[in-house]
């Protein structure tokens, strides 16, 4: 079956601008998390949605980080103002059952790779 | 605070040299360690999850081992293809915390 797909996978933007990434979970998962990952590190943890609600955003580095997930599907991570320590690679993740739940396992998007120049 | 450590930061290997990776974590109530591989330019790719303890799961040419203060990944006669960035994590509430990989090149 489909996995989880994110668009774009590459982004360029200039310092200043708005941008916004798209992720497709597998379709019937509950839960979904983004994860920002820097060149050389793990991905670190920004956000999770229960079907439509966000219940952590507790790793979501500043309040130019916005992320929703409307009809508890399809989920988008918007940043504004994007400054160069924003260049990463924007992962997404998606699970069957809530998050936390022992036989949860998180299956992972390919990235958006986001450069600001 | 929640930690997880991995070591080697980088390994090379020659091809069908059997190696260990290793994972030591630091979590109040460990509910679940994972190993993932990822590729260049991919998202992390699910291999394991161990609960408790002594358990051990096993994939090709794969093997995770758990005890209650680290992980091991034991590759046994590793081919090319398993070069890859493996990633340890373990579950924190509902969140997971990544360690920063091991970086594991094996020579033909």
């Known amino acids: 079956g489909a996995g989880v797909s994110q668009s774009p996978r590459y982004k360029v933007a200039k310092r200043g601008q708005d941008v916004a990434l798209r992720c497709d979970p597998i379709s019937g998962h509950v839960s979904l998390f983004w994860y920002q990952q820097a060149l050389g590190q793990g991905p670190e943890f920004l956000t999770y949605f229960q079907n439509e609600a966000q219940l952590d955003k507790s790793g979501l580095p500043s309040d130019r980080f916005f992320a929703e997930r409307p009809e508890g599907s399809v989920s988008t991570l918007k940043i504004q103002r994007t400054q160069q320590e924003d260049s990463a690679v924007y992962l997404c993740?998606?699970?069957?059952?809530?998050?936390?739940?022992?036989?949860?396992?998180?299956?992972f998007g390919p990235g958006t790779r986001l450069t600001v120049l | 605070e929640d930690q997880v450590t991995q070591s080697p930061e980088a390994l090379r290997l020659q091809e069908g040299e059997s190696s260990s990776l290793n994972c030591s974590y630091t979590v109040s109530g460990l509910r679940g360690l994972f190993w993932y591989r990822q590729d260049p330019g991919k998202g992390p790719e699910f291999l394991f999850t161990?609960?408790?303890a002594g358990e051990e799961k096993e994939k090709e040419r794969l093997k995770a081992t758990l005890t209650k203060k680290e992980s091991f990944l034991h590759i046994t006669a590793p081919k090319p293809e398993d070069s890859a960035t493996y990633l340890c994590?373990?579950?924190?509430?509902?969140?997971?915390?990544f360690g920063k990989g091991t970086r594991l090149h094996i020579l033909p």
């Open positions: 161990l609960y408790s």
């Open positions: 993740a998606s699970s069957l059952y809530p998050g936390g739940a022992r036989t949860d396992t998180q299956y």
């Open positions: 994590a373990v579950r924190r509430d509902d969140k997971i915390i």
